[in-house]
């Protein structure tokens, strides 16, 4: 069981009827109940709450944070993005979903634009495993099909990944890194493509599974155990 | 000016009407005039000449050997396998082309099944930039689009890329790592999927110009330089 | 638990009386103990035996292979090699013992020369951590001091490892990657370098700790769940 | 020839007599004289400078900057750092030196800690090569030797690298990833780790053809090609 913590800007639930629909009490809890069913504790955070619901003490009880923005990535406070930042260095696992690829965190570790083409045509979406072992597709059968995406396309700025572990087909012509990998510091970052808002792609049991996975994968061994400073230290025996 | 050898097994062509007619001196040469005309040093060698016409002093003289196979891959000795890897580690430029990715050189340097899902349906293929800034695509537009292709998937049974250049979109549904490029030892290895016999791919100018970039990259810098040998030191003074 | 087969080319223990003080038993019974000590199932091989102790069925029942060798490298039979490597690529892991950096399976496996500089001098060595909170170093006090050892050196003729988790430092002045880690197919690789066969390192506990920790990481999760063969597919629906 | 710019806090020469001795102009000084007499276009900036000498005009004619900071890594402006940043992501190269891997935009690149271990006793260091093909390593004998220099020591909290090109042993027991390569959107990074305040270490020439290489290596070659940006685009033909 993995403490896992759901954070989502909530705002096109509460100002759009369609996103509504799909995800009546926002996108943060569809997601939590999902992960709670498979096993984990889970809590959720959003950007109207105090300091965004994400304290030092909720992240010092999060071992995965799972992060979903697309329309308020600007809203969220510099002081709170370097608090996250500082707990993936510390060993917090960090699940970076589809528009999030744009948000604050996710581009201050990585270090690039993390920019990519992108088109709303309701498109077929086909994720191919590159990694076929890895822990994040265990029990995961591919091509994991979505009837309705939005598209995105390379290239996507981001630095050569850690693992690849998957990539994406869509009916429009595009191909996209949908699912890779990084260590910073002790903590591991997942980068998931799929989940709009305006389609129930987070309803779906086999995404489901894969971010269940994916939050067994990041949650951190040794957290805590490495101590990321600089040490003046003697000159051995 | 590099010194480029164009090696083909040389048996489609020899044995089907539909090949020939696309290729009817061999892919070798169409290859190899694309190479000279963009100003490299070309020769050709085929499965059929003796040592595969790669014996040690062809080797010596080329900097960088392009390898089509498909039918025949048995066929190739493994006296010169070990040969042409040896050159490889030792500096050689090796570009590994197409259906190659089944060649014995190819598995032998990498080590792994290099294997792949495939279909012959003449789909459309689209090449994306996953790394635009390149060498190997100075120049090139991208999306590259192939109008006929057989279809490759993944997953892929390479090792995890040194540099990952261009991912395929095919109208069928796959997606496939098109351009990866690898080190061994000296050496520096490209493989490219595009060019099935029974397409006049590489009668192609971007699919030439692309070839023509590799060999530049692929090329040795420091031939002969490093000298891959256990050797028994002195300590420090 | 994890099913260890430990391979030694035994040969150093038998012909040379201060190699047979230290290793009675051979290097492998020595590391089969301390792994069957931290609860693995162990087995030995060995090159006295027929095909080297390591037939299919040995291999099929074998989670984790543990190689030594040495002075007989070329005594291994090649079909021996290519049954090694093909278990390795359908999920063997595969740990790989200081002098059999030179090994041919290694080699076979990494597709480089896998030289390097060495001394034989007694000298210190203390291996870092480059990778604090890799599985492998879990529990594990760094720098791990080995008293005296035979020395290596870079460079080391191997790919750009898929995970660098040690380096070592030498009194006489040297350095060497000596704990990487590659995948190959759904094989999992660890090359580490301490254990010469006239030092008493395999009796080391630490050293023992470290072995136990890259079996459990070596060990196949999703065993045969991967099937690496060329297929042809149809299109998708 | 590449446009450098040399940047340097310059705080260590101005207020400590032993360092002025070592450096009577600056660090920048004498690495841009360096430069200069190899063949570059050099620059110098300073953190007293208004904007710390790196407007937008100073980065639009710069090819490759080289970042020397220790003592005030806190003074420099966000605004500049953010500056800085983007540049080196719009194709920039940037060479981190020594102390400066704790830099605001080293940090800010690669999203790590990039903390370490150090001693300052006055300690041999030789730095081996890891990757002896490297365009850095064109022409320098290795392993270099520096005759006394601060000691750093691993772990290194850096992502890891794209390319791993140097090592280095220190006196006291040591090792280093002293010269690691990052991409970073369309720039190139250099961390090289020789260089400290109180050592004439940026007067050895070996020191200085290095820095040269790494010049040349850094310099974009399709500066302003790429344009990372989130893209509408429209559904393939």
Known sequence: MVAVTVWNEYVHEREN?????????GIHETIADALAERGHETRTATLQEPEHGLTESVLDDTDVLLW???????????DVVERVCRAVTDGLGLLVLHSAHFSKPFRRLLGTPCTLNWREAGERERLWAIDPDHAILDGIET??????????????GIPQPDEHVLSSWFEGGEVFRSGV???????R???FRP????????????IQDVL???VEWAAP???GVTQWANVNVDASE
């Open 189 to 191: 970052i997942f980068y």
């Open 143 to 156: 091509p994991i099909v979505v009837p309705e995406a939005e598209t995105y396309g390379e290239p996507f």
């Open 181 to 187: 990998c990084y260590r910073r510091g002790s903590g």
């Open 68 to 78: 979903w923005g697309h329309a308020a990535h600007d809203e969220v406070a510099d």
């Open 17 to 25: 009827d369609a996103v509504a629909e799909i995800y009546p009490d």
């Open 212 to 214: 269940a996975n994916a």
């Open 195 to 206: 989940g709009h808002e305006t389609y129930p792609i987070y309803h779906d049991e086999t």
């Open 221 to 223: 061994t040794d957290r």
